[in-house]
């Protein structure tokens, strides 16, 4: 019984991070912040609360297969969330902070983000904005289980016109490189 009850206590721990042996096994991992844990933002400091990152600067996706929706809350302040899209005219790219970070940190962000639950972070392509380097990294995106009630009306691209202004993380497909 000690054994089932310390299996089931590991796995509650492990909830968010159900990759927790190969996030351990690597001593840094690249994470795409474009939402409200970006510099300046909000909840920025729940990535610095511990001291194991480093900046690297502005980056955006190198692909333009990306929808917004805004999560709000009468706990936390709105959140973009972006979710995967088959690529159109209201695709964009979306745009953000890239930092290193330590695995534990990695953990971290996967409990604020709610990984495995609302969000599945997932590895994809990012460009660095000074030095157009293309780099790897974690990304947060909206999973698609979780919002299945409402997917089709909750998760759609906003127009140019319902572009909401005080979330600049997205840069539309038709005017990135314009």
Do not use: C
């Not at 912040?33 to 502005?58: C, Q, S, V």
């Not at 009468?74 to 005219?89: D, G, M, Q, R, S």
């Not at 953990?107 to 380097?133: G, P």
Request: a neutral charge; hydrophobic letters at 40%.
């Amino acid at each position: 019984m000690k054994k089932l009850s310390a299996l089931s206590r590991q796995l509650d721990e492990n909830y968010y991070t159900p990759d927790m042996p190969r996030v351990m096994r690597k001593e840094a991992h690249y994470v795409f912040i474009p939402d409200n844990m970006m510099r300046g933002e909000a909840r920025h400091h729940k990535l610095t609360a511990n001291d194991d990152y480093n900046y690297f600067g502005k980056a955006f996706t190198k692909t333009a297969t990306y929808g917004i929706m805004i999560m709000r809350s009468k706990i936390e302040p709105a959140n973009a969330l972006y979710f995967e899209v088959t690529p159109n005219k209201e695709s964009a790219f979306v745009y953000g902070d890239l930092y290193e970070v330590s695995p534990e940190t990695l953990v971290d962000l996967d409990y604020h983000q709610a990984n495995n639950l609302i969000t599945m972070r997932k590895e994809v392509s990012v460009v660095l904005q000074k030095k157009n380097a293309e780099v790897k990294a974690w990304m947060y995106l909206a999973d698609p289980n979780y919002f299945s009630d409402t997917f089709n009306e909750r998760l759609s691209p906003y127009t140019l016109r319902e572009y909401l202004w005080n979330v600049p993380v997205i840069a539309w497909a038709q005017s990135i490189f314009q």
